[in-house]
Antibody
Framework: EVQLVESGGALVQPGGSLRLSCAAS????????MNWVRQAPGKGLQWVSV???????YYADSVKGRFTISRDDSKNTVMLQMNSLRPEDTAVYYC????????????WGQGTLVTVSS | QSVLTQPPSVSGAQGQRVTISCTGT?????????VHWYQHRPGTAPKLLIY???DRSSGVPDRFSGSKSGTSASLAITGLQAEDEADYYC???????????FGGGTKLTVL
């Protein structure tokens, strides 16, 4: 059974940093396209970042230069390093799998809450 | 405002049929990119319902169906049940913005 479990969400001050993790089971993250999607309070879903199976990474303009997605194949885990955090980054962050690179997400985690506030 | 436009809310009585529209542009849905639909209940993980515009994800009842034409797509739900009450999102890809896009979401209320 495919399972994704996010962790690392917390309350952080503006300008601070946070690292989210997504532990996967039931499949190998290095063979799929792994994404982060977020939902701000009262808002809709927003795609944040993707890491391709061959390692290429892409970001939404709103986080480019501040967030970094990476992968630890030995732990079957995907990470999102978030720097220079802003209040508008406050959201539930979901890890989501795109199995075939077809730009849709067949499995999602439960999400982890990031709150950026002083 | 989302590039993919959905009605903020729809409602229907139990047993009835509702449709949720998703309107895009010539750089996303109109460019031939598939539309995918998700169901999201508060506090839970989003769930893939429809992929590639018309294909139901594994385990999704056939009460859910998707269609696409031109720059728009629709999700139809027949035989509404109380458990269908949730937020529904369409999703596609935009070749000008070079990003995955979600619609703004539609809250379905089952009366």
């Amino acid at each position: 059974e495919v399972q994704l479990v996010e962790s690392g969400g917390a309350l952080v001050q503006p300008g601070g940093s946070l690292r989210l993790s997504c532990a996967a089971s039931g499949f190998t993250v290095s063979t799929d396209y792994m994404n982060w999607v977020r939902q701000a309070p009262g808002k809709g879903l927003q795609w944040v970042s993707v890491i391709y199976r061959h390692g290429a990474t892409y970001y939404a303009d709103s986080v480019k230069g501040r967030f970094t997605i990476s992968r630890d194949d030995s732990k079957n885990t995907v990470m999102l390093q978030m720097n220079s955090l802003r209040p508008e980054d406050t959201a539930v962050y979901y890890c989501a799998r795109d199995e075939g690179g077809y730009n849709f997400f067949d499995s999602w985690g439960q999400g982890t809450l990031v709150t950026v506030s002083s | 405002q989302s590039v993919l436009t959905q009605p903020p809310s729809v409602s229907g009585a139990q047993g009835q049929r509702v449709t949720i529209s998703c309107t895009g542009t010539t750089s996303n849905i109109g460019a031939g990119y598939d539309v995918h639909w998700y169901q999201h209940r508060p506090g839970t993980a989003p769930k893939l319902l429809i992929y590639s515009s018309t294909d139901r994800s594994s385990g999704v009842p056939d009460r859910f169906s998707g269609s696409k034409s031109g720059t728009s797509a629709s999700l139809a739900i027949t035989g509404l049940q109380a458990e269908d009450e949730a937020d529904y999102y369409c999703q596609s890809y935009d070749n000008v913005l070079s990003v995955v896009l979600f619609g703004g979401g539609t809250k379905l209320t089952v009366l």
